[in-house]
């Protein structure tokens, strides 16, 4: 029922918080199943849920791979705040891939592009078909992590967004350690099923906090802009004094 499928909506604004915050394109997770889910509403202040899921490997999740893999159960609170763009987060999970492999993907990618003498430059991933080229597909999932901020400061308690495509791309190549990229990615509102085209800027070194700076445009063309640098918090422990509900 519509219970239900808010409390997935939640579950997935904690996930887009924890995929940009992580920074790493080879860390991302993508919705699992919902186990329990407990709505609260704070009188004044907005509707608080109180989360416990399972997720997936992003990249696996997609229809174009044909293994789910489960890799781990996270706790989230997810805060609507009545007042404020952006909801409150806070995400505690458990993680079952290999880290030390997870963080040599993250290294290897970037080396090879720090080694680019030439800008990469892409368009339409994935293609029509769902197929994303594998030297593009880190440069992909580095827009996906990116966009999770965009997706995470967009989501109210009655719209969610998916990130369609990435429409193009281009590499800025930098003489300092980061890498550069230019998008515009095409992110899916739901259920509005309004298409908006987002362009992003994701400066990015592994290990570090992921700067992320966009420029939105819906169809109906109304615009929003803004910025992050991997420090806001979205945690909301301290503010209320309340018990926190069973999970
Ligand atoms: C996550 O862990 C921190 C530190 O242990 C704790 O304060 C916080 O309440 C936890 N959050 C959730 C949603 O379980
Ligand atoms: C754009 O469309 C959305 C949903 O259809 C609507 O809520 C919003 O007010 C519109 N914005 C403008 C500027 O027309």
């Known amino acids: 029922g519509p219970e239900r499928s808010r409390a997935g909506q939640a579950a997935r604004v904690a996930l887009h918080y924890l995929n940009y915050r992580q920074g790493s394109p080879s860390a991302l ?34 229809t174009f791979y044909e293994h789910r893999s489960d890799v781990g159960t996270c706790l989230a609170t997810v805060l609507y705040l009545k007042r404020k763009p952006r909801p409150a987060v806070n995400i505690n999970c458990t993680y079952t891939k290999d880290q030390k492999q997870t963080r040599e993907d993250d290294y290897s990618f970037y080396k090879k592009m720090r080694q680019q003498t030439k800008s990469i430059i892409g368009n339409e991933i994935p293609d029509n078909d769902g197929n994303i080229e594998p030297d593009l597909e880190p440069v992909w999932a580095l827009a996906v992590a990116g966009s999770s901020y965009i997706m995470w400061e967009k989501s109210t308690e009655n719209l969610g967004y998916f990130m369609a495509q990435v429409k193009n791309v281009k590499q800025w190549i930098t003489k300092d350690d980061s890498t550069d990229f230019d998008y515009t990615v095409i992110l899916h509102e739901i259920p509005t099923q309004e298409m908006i085209s987002c362009h992003l800027r994701v ?12 420029f939105c445009l819906s169809e109906n063309q109304s615009s929003e802009s803004g910025e992050g640098s991997g420090i806001e918090s979205g945690s909301t422990t301290g503010i209320f004094n309340e018990k926190e509900a069973n999970f």
């Open 29 to 62: 997770r993508a919705l699992g199943q919902v186990r329990k889910a407990t709505l609260k509403a704070i009188p004044g202040i907005g509707h608080k849920y109180y989360l416990q899921f399972t997720t997936e490997d992003y990249k696996s999740s997609n």
């Open 203 to 214: 400066i990015w070194i592994p290990g570090h906090p992921l700067k992320v700076k966009y």
